[in-house]
Each structure stands twice: as C-alpha cells, then as structure tokens.
C-alpha cells in the first residue's frame, strides 16, 4: 500500500510538518515527526480536512448576523433541540445541522474507524453517534409526502405501530325542530353530572364530554350544513352522525338530506328517535320509514343502531353514549399522537380583544401551545390554548377541540392546520398558497359541469355523474330519479346523491361541491344565497320546466351532443312589496329592486318560496307615473306581467334575458 511521508503532504498543503502533526493531533494517527509516514488513504482525508476547515474559517469570518443565525437554530431544532434528520446524510450537510465544521465531523468519523469525506453520506446510527459526540440529539425524520397542493412537505403517513386510540367525533344531525340542540344539551348534562365536576361550557364549536373515563367530542352546530361545508373544503371530522328524528313527526326533508349527506362522506349513522315521551310517539313507524332510505334498524335484521330516547326527559342518553363508544370501538379510530400536529378549523373569529380565534380540532399528532402553525393564509405561533371549558391548556392531543391564539389571520371554517418547523417555512406556505388561491381565480374549477361532460368522459376523469334533483313536488323527484338512472352509456352512468322537494338551497350547493355533483331544478330555483355559493364553488344548476327537457339535456351531455344552446342569464330579483288592482290594466305590483336589475325587455319567473308559479313577460315597468326601460337594485317601481295577474306580497320577481353562446 503506498504510503505518503508527513513533510510530503505539508508541503502540499502549504503548512510545515509541525503545523501539520499539531493539526491532525486529535486522529490518533501516530505521525511525530517530518520523516513518519501516512496510509494514502489517510493522507486524502487529511488533505480533505485541511481544506475543508480553512474553508469554513473563510466563511466564519464572514459573520453571520444574529437574527440569521437564529432563524437557522429554529428551522433546524424543533423545540426540544432534537434535530430530525433523513435515514442517510451527506457529511457536509450533517455539519451544517450540527452546526459544526464539516472538519470537525470528519475527525470524528475517523475516530469511529469512517473514512468518508464531506461529500459522502453515512447512515442514520452513524450519524447519531457523531452528533451525540457534540451533545446533541437527533431523530430520524419520517419520510413525508409533497402536500399535494403546493408541494410543501407538511403531513405524512404514519407507522401503524405509532397508531394510538383515538376518541370519536360526533355530528348531530336532523331535520328542524326534532330535538338536534335538545340531544346535545341532554348529553352534555348527563355527562357533567357523572363527572361531578361542573365546567362551564364554552362555546368553542365542539365540545368534549368524559364517560367513565372514556372521551366523546361533539360538533356543537348541529346539523349537516356545517359537516358539509367542511367536507366541500376536503375536510371530514365527523366519524359518526347521530340522526335525530321525532318519534311523533318522522322521517322529514332535512332528514333525508342528512342521511345522504352522511352516505356521500361514508359516515356511519346511528338513529335517536327522540320525543318518545310524547303521546303520539311511534317508532316504528320511524323506522318504517327509515327502511325506504336505505336505513335498516337491527331489531328488523339490518345493521342500523335506532335507540328510542327522550331530550326533554333525558332518558335513553346513556344508551346513545354507548352505542357511539360501540361504533367507534368498531371503527378502530386511531391517530399517531407523537408528532407534529395536523388539525382541522372547525370555527374561526376575529375576536376584539384576542384577534385571530380559531377552534382546531387535532387529528393526528400533539398541538402544543409554542408551536408554528400554518392553515390556509393564516399563520402564527400557538400563544395561548383554551379547551371547551374555557381552561388554558398546552397541548392537544388527537380528536380533541382547542381554541387557539395566535394566528396572523382569521382561517376558514374546513381548512388544514399544520405544525411547522419555523416561521420562515410557515410564511413560505402561506405565500404560497396565496399565490395558488390567485391561480385558481383564474383557471376555472375542475368541478363537472354538463358542458364539460364529455370531455371529462372521454378523458376518463369523470365514471358517474352526480346528481341533485330539486322539485317543487315528490311526483317529480321520483319520476326524473328514475329516468335518470336509465340513462347509462358504456363510460358513464348517472347516480342521484339526493332528492328532495323545494327550492334549491345553500345546503344542497354544498352538497353538490362536496360530491361533485350537478343540480337540477325543476319548477324551482336557487336562493339568492346559494347562486351566490354556486357560483364560488362552481357547481352547475339547470333548472327545466319539463322533465323531458333535463332527461334530453344529460343524455346529450353524455353522449357529447349537447347542441350549442340558448343560455339564459340572470339579471336581477325584486321583491314583491305590495299589490294594487288597476282597472282596465289587472293586478300592479309594488317591487323592489334586491339584486342586479330589472328590465322592460327581460322575461321574467314569478316565484313563490323558490318554486316557479309564472314564467313569461313584463307588460309594463314603471317609476313612480313614468314608464321605465329599467330599474336598478335598491330602487322601487310597479310592474306588471303578461296575462298573469295571480301576484302576492312576498313573491320574487327573477329577470332574465336569453344569450346564445357558444360550447
Ligand atoms: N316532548 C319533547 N319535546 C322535545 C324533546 N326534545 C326536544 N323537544 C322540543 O322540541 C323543540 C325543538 O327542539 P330543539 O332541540 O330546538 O330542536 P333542533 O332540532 O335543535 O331545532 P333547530 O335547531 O331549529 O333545527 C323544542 O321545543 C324542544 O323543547 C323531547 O324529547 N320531548
């Protein structure tokens, strides 16, 4: 093997023999004079070394700043000072963490018996090994996946053996009035007595209740609306919705709807049928009706948990607790609470005196107060955490809800929360997400539209279209549910989510963004709300006349025949304030102006409670005795229709003229 003599490798290096001997002291290498000898091997690395640390003496010179220096101590540190590295890294790159010379690693990686040089990698235990040398710990760093979105690396998947229990989230659901708010109130009663420990509750969108030493958490709105939103935003809290139906009332609009809101997400239901202290009570009926949803209950050899209780009377609570701990025990939910935290925004304000407030309920890993958090534009260190009861916390672990301060902004209901390692990568995301919210304003949604339809076919990106069907009487939604489900080609067939009687709402929007699914109304129409929320979330609403008309309509998007159309676009909506017979002309409505405009030449839709009652002509618009070409919303004016004369207080006035356009 050749061997290289001390005074050789000096005079390489431009140093004497003595500097040289006294620089590489630490190595052990047993060289003390001019005349010793070194393996090649070693003389390299030596070399290496040397060169190696006069260079990080040039740039120490170069004095990093304080403040820079600080930011790099918090982006490599989480804040136990464990450093988390990959399973192999490059010897420079384990210097720079360490914040050490790359020298001064590679001295003692020969120590160890490693000859590598900065440019090599060494595995995870070596590495430990050496940073331990230095005092300091370092974990290995799990391998995480781009956050779809803007490629940020902010969650991962965790190791099953991680996996912990975690406890249930629950969703109270049902139609109004059948005792959604009562059921919770029974509940959360029921649970502070067994705990003897009275909190008082505070509102903080979820709250967490204790049996026998078991958790529960609660979303405290009750009703799918909100379980909808989140879920349109790519969020699911809920593990189990609780179905509340009045045992004396039964299976009712908002019912339905929550059933198919808690199908579409795959969320188990478990029926409460409350009000059973009441006379009329019959529950099997309800459960009669709950088997034409789809809703088996066990007693009857299905597999739906259907438990008689009373709110009011606060019986058969116990009995709802313990089939919510039974189903979530059979979902074996569970959560890694030992890494940075994931959470979901369930509520969020801007608070006068606080600022930014926002309730997080923890889905995987601790949220510790101190923590950087980024979540949608928002971001900020956890200054302080309160729980349900009001009591200031420092961590949270999976499921449970906390109120946190904190943040730069107020984030959205839906939105992700994630813990990062320092506030230069939190600043980075919000920028970036930022950025992409612009993007998005700009390129039209992904969302199905039955223009696009075909296209999404044939690029195989779209197998069944969703479907919401609107009308103003159940005749209609079954005859048009079951036209529909006929219609299928080889690539795509038709699936109706939902169906329900009345006009089309804010909720079925949400549905409709939340599943993808197209609207369609018949002889109804969107509130002002929900054409307002269709339109940012990009849902397409056709509402017909004539159920023919629709069944042509989707069978000609499917087929990619759909003609190039005459569209319609709305112009305004007035309001009917009052209503005035006029001799000879018939009845005049007084109106006013909500939204857009109302003008002479537009056709026009009487609606009464958002169901279609009129579709035709204006025969006269007027302001004050004048005739008008127009009247802008916030202003009053009379009208009258085209041979209709059927006109009552309270009923809108949709204008709206015919556009032909182009696919
Ligand atoms: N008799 C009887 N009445 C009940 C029971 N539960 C609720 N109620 C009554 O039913 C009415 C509606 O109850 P809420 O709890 O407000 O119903 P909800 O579903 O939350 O209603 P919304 O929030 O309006 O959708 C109230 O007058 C309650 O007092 C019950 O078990 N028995």
Not at 234 to 252: C, E, F, H, K, S
Not at 503 to 528: H, K
Request: charged share 30%; aromatic share 4%; proline share 3%.
């Amino acid at each position: 093997m050749t061997k290289v003599r001390v005074y050789e490798l000096a005079k390489e290096l431009k140093i004497t023999s003595k500097e040289l001997i006294e620089k590489v002291a630490d190595l052990n290498l047993d060289i003390n004079s001019h005349m010793s000898t070194v393996e090649k091997e070693e003389a390299d690395l030596i070399k290496e070394l040397l060169r190696t640390e006069s260079d990080s003496e040039i740039n120490n010179s170069k004095n990093t700043s304080n403040a820079e220096k600080e930011d790099k101590d918090m982006e490599e540190k989480n804040e136990n000072g464990v450093i988390e590295i990959e399973e192999n890294i490059i010897v420079k790159d384990l210097a720079e963490k360490l914040e050490v010379t790359p020298s001064e690693v590679i001295t003692k990686l020969i120590s160890l018996g490693i000859m590598a040089n900065q440019n090599q990698s060494v595995d995870f235990d070596t590495a430990s090994i050496i940073a331990e040398e230095f005092g300091i710990s370092i974990k290995k760093s799990s391998v995480e996946e781009d956050d779809e979105e803007i490629g940020f690396h902010l969650d991962f998947e965790d190791d099953p053996k991680d996996l912990k229990p975690r406890p249930p989230i629950v969703t109270v659901m049902g139609h109004v009035d059948h005792g959604k708010t009562s059921l919770l109130d029974a509940i959360r009663k029921t649970a502070v007595t067994e705990r003897e420990a009275g909190g008082i509750t505070q509102h903080i969108g979820a709250s967490t209740i204790n049996i026998d030493g078991e958790k529960i958490v609660f979303l405290d709105t009750p009703g799918h609306e909100a379980f909808t939103t989140m879920r349109a935003r790519g969020a699911q809290v809920t593990d189990i919705a609780i179905l509340v139906v009045a045992a004396d009332d039964g299976v009712m609009p908002q019912t339905v709807e929550a059933i198919n809101h808690a199908k579409a997400a795959n969320v188990p239901i478990i029926v409460a049928i409350n009000k059973m202290d009441k006379p009329a009570a019959n529950p099997d009926r309800i459960k009669q009706e709950l088997v034409e949803y789809g809703l088996v209950p066990e007693d009857w050899g299905g597999d739906t948990i259907c438990v008689p209780v009373s709110a009011r009377n606060e019986e058969g609570i116990d009995d709802v607790l313990e089939m919510i701990l039974l189903v979530a025990e059979m979902q074996e939910l569970k959560a890694n609470p030992n890494r940075k935290a994931v959470g979901i925004i369930v509520e969020a304000e801007l608070d006068k005196g606080r600022g930014p407030v926002a309730t997080v309920l923890v889905q995987k890993g601790t949220l510790k107060v101190g923590d950087i958090v980024v979540s949608g534009t928002a971001h900020g260190r956890v200054r302080a955490m309160l729980n349900d009861k009001g009591k200031r916390v420092k961590k949270a672990t999976p499921s449970i809800p906390v109120m946190i301060l904190g943040l730069s902004e107020v984030p959205e209901a839906g939105e992700h929360l994630y813990v990062v390692e320092n506030e230069k990568k939190a600043r980075n995301y919000t920028q970036a997400r930022k950025e992409k919210i612009r993007e998005e304003q700009l390129k039209s949604s992904q969302k199905v539209s039955l223009d696009d339809l075909f296209e999404k076919i044939q690029l195989g990106e779209v197998k069944e279209l969703n479907v919401i069907i609107k009308a103003d009487v159940k005749g209609s939604v079954e005859a048009v549910k079951q036209s529909l489900s006929k219609l299928e080609t080889d690539e795509v067939r038709v699936n109706v989510i939902h169906g329900g009687v009345g006009g089309i709402t804010e909720s079925d929007v949400m549905l409709a963004s939340a599943s993808n699914a197209i609207i369609i109304g018949f002889n109804v129409r969107p509130t002002l709300t929900a054409i307002d929320i269709s339109k940012r979330e990009s849902v397409d609403i056709r509402t017909y006349r004539v159920i023919y008309d629709a069944i042509e309509d989707i069978e000609s998007a499917m087929r990619g025949l759909l003609d190039p159309t005459i569209e319609e676009e709305v112009i305004g909506r007035a309001e009917i304030r009052a209503t005035f017979k006029v001799p000879n002309v018939g009845m005049v409505a007084g109106i006013y102006v909500l939204q857009g405009k109302i003008t002479r030449n537009s056709k026009i839709r009487l609606l009464r409670e958002d169901v279609v009652i009129y579709e035709g002509d204006i025969s006269s618009l007027k302001r004050f005795k004048d005739d008008a070409k127009e009247i802008q919303s916030g202003y009053e004016g009379g009208l009258s229709l085209e041979n209709y004369n059927d006109i009552k207080e309270g009923d809108i006035i949709e204008a709206y003229i015919l556009k032909e356009v182009e696919r």
